[in-house]
């Protein structure tokens, strides 16, 4: 039986593809991508041309066990997705899945992800963060997604895409305050790579105030809750009884 390796692709720069990648892509028998014209033109630029299997949200179920059936007659796939790790705020879960259940090797062939990528340099506690991805479109539930958020003591890293950057940052500060610490990466490995970094409210001032700060794709890092903020609050009511 082959296998189904889950390459990472770059999120912006074709150098980021590793070498293994390359490989595995070059020696697939057919690769699983969200978006085939968009993979073609990475195999284009990379010199390969391999048979391409269009899976997305809605036929990924469906997909199961024709792949298996490809992996069973022995041959090697791969996963891939536009940008980036597959599966992460990207199609491949319920494949990998049912890929598993039924007993197939699946094996990651690790690269370029944007959550990742802006962690690394937003310096903002890394040692335990919650992955956010990509908040809620209606604007009630992204308000309730935050309000929920707003004490948890971990980093929080979450996707935005450019329609929302600003209202995302304004709901932001209703739940989370004007004054907590956050990173905006942009564009990351591409020409218009930006980081900001600041508060919440800054960097909401400095992307109303610049257009091109509103262009593009963005991870928006942001610290957690401090962790003895409850504690701080019970200390304070209780010496408030006390002196009443
Ligand atoms: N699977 C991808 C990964 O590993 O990062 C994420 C896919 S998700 C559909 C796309 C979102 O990732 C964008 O809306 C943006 O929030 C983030 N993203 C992807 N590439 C990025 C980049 N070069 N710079 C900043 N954010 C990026």
Do not use: W
Not at 49 to 76: I, K, M, T
Not at 96 to 115: D, E, M, Q
Not at 125 to 141: H, I, M, Q, V, Y
Not at 205 to 220: C, H, I, M, T, Y
């Amino acid at each position: 039986k082959g296998a189904l390796y889950v390459v990472a692709t770059p999120i912006g720069n074709l150098g980021d593809l590793s070498p293994r990648a390359r490989d595995v892509l070059a020696g697939a028998d057919r690769i699983c991508a969200e978006d085939t014209r968009h993979t073609r033109q990475m195999l284009n630029a990379l010199g390969l041309e391999r048979p391409l299997l269009a899976l997305h949200e809605h036929n990924e179920d469906a997909r199961v066990a024709q792949v298996l059936s490809y992996l069973q007659a022995g041959e090697s796939l791969a996963l891939v997705s536009d940008a980036g790790t597959p599966l992460i705020s990207d199609p491949g879960y319920r494949l990998v899945r049912g890929l598993r259940a039924a007993g197939v090797t699946v094996s990651p062939v690790p690269g370029p992800c944007a959550a990742i990528a802006a962690l690394s340099v937003a310096g903002i506690a890394s040692d335990r963060f919650c992955f956010e991805g990509f908040l809620p479109n209606k604007s009630t539930a992204r308000r309730e997604r935050l309000q929920a958020l707003a004490a948890e003591p971990r980093t929080l890293v979450f996707y935005e895409s450019a329609h929302r950057i600003e209202e995302c940052l304004a709901d932001m500060r209703a739940a989370f305050g004007d004054a907590r610490e956050a990173v905006l990466a942009r564009e990351i490995t591409k020409l218009f790579e930006t980081v900001l970094d600041g508060t919440l409210a800054s960097i909401a001032e400095s992307v109303g105030a610049d257009p091109n700060q509103r262009k593009g794709e963005f991870v928006l890092v942001v610290a957690g809750a401090p962790e003895d903020a409850d504690a701080a609050l019970r200390e304070g009511r209780r010496l408030y009884a006390k002196l009443a």
